[in-house]
């Protein structure tokens, strides 16, 4: 079956611009987790979303928000962009969370 | 969720055996251990989990000390697209979390 699928794959943006990235989990996957990652602090947990829900957060400012729709696809978003915001973001779907997850091939993220 | 410990970096050559360790002396009794890898620019991949047996699939095995407090993972005939950084992580398995704390990982650099 298909795997995890991220749009767009690369993206630039400038400073005070927001974004909206897109995740499209492995068909049967109810949950879809967001994760950063950067050189300096490596791959963090963002937030999860399970049935549309948003179950757990990780620790980053309001700007980073997300939502999932009712087919579980989920999307990220990011407003007032910041150089730091630059990073791969990555996506992964699991049945229900608990258990062992797939990440899709991220979108790389450029601030300038 | 349990903290890990890992060696920043390994080598090893192609073809013998890479065993890499992991470290997780406050694990608790309901936690398991989950391996991971990041080959370069790739989102992560599932590779393994166990409690307390040892566990084995189709691309490695896992060997859990009978106190628990640590663990190692073994590629059985490493090759170059092993090259990868992996990640060890400690969590309820049936959680109600699609939530992933990652560590620096090993990377584990495969040498012809």
């Known amino acids: 079956k298909a795997g995890v699928t991220q749009t767009p794959r690369y993206l630039i943006k400038t400073r005070g611009q927001q974004v909206t990235l897109s995740c499209s989990p492995i068909s049967g996957h109810r949950s879809v987790s967001w994760y950063q990652q950067t050189p300096g602090q490596g791959l963090q947990f963002l937030f999860e979303?399970?049935?549309?829900?948003?179950?757990n957060k990780g620790n980053f400012p309001g700007r980073f928000s997300g939502r999932q729709f009712s087919n579980s696809r989920s999307e990220m978003n990011v407003s007032t962009l910041e150089l730091g915001d630059s990073a791969l973001y990555l996506c992964a779907s699991s049945f229900q969370g608990g258990n062992e997850q797939y990440f899709g091939p991220g979108t790389r993220l450029t601030v300038t | 969720d349990a903290k890990t410990t890992q060696p920043p970096s390994m080598d090893c050559a192609e073809g013998r055996a890479a065993n890499l360790p992991c470290n997780h002396s406050?694990?608790?009794?309901?936690?398991?251990v989950y391996w991971y890898r990041q080959i370069h620019s790739q989102g992560p991949q599932y590779i393994i989990h166990?409690?307390?047996n040892n566990e084995t699939n189709e691309m490695a095995s896992l060997i859990i000390t009978e106190d628990r407090k640590s663990s190692t993972l073994i590629l059985p005939h490493a090759t170059l697209r092993d090259t990868a950084v992996y990640y060890c992580i400690v969590r309820v398995a049936e959680s109600n979390t699609g939530k992933l704390i990652f560590g620096q990982g090993t990377t584990l650099q495969v040498k012809p």
């Open positions: 979303y399970f049935s549309e829900t948003q179950r």
């Open positions: 406050t694990i608790s009794g309901n936690e398991y």
């Open positions: 166990g409690l307390k």
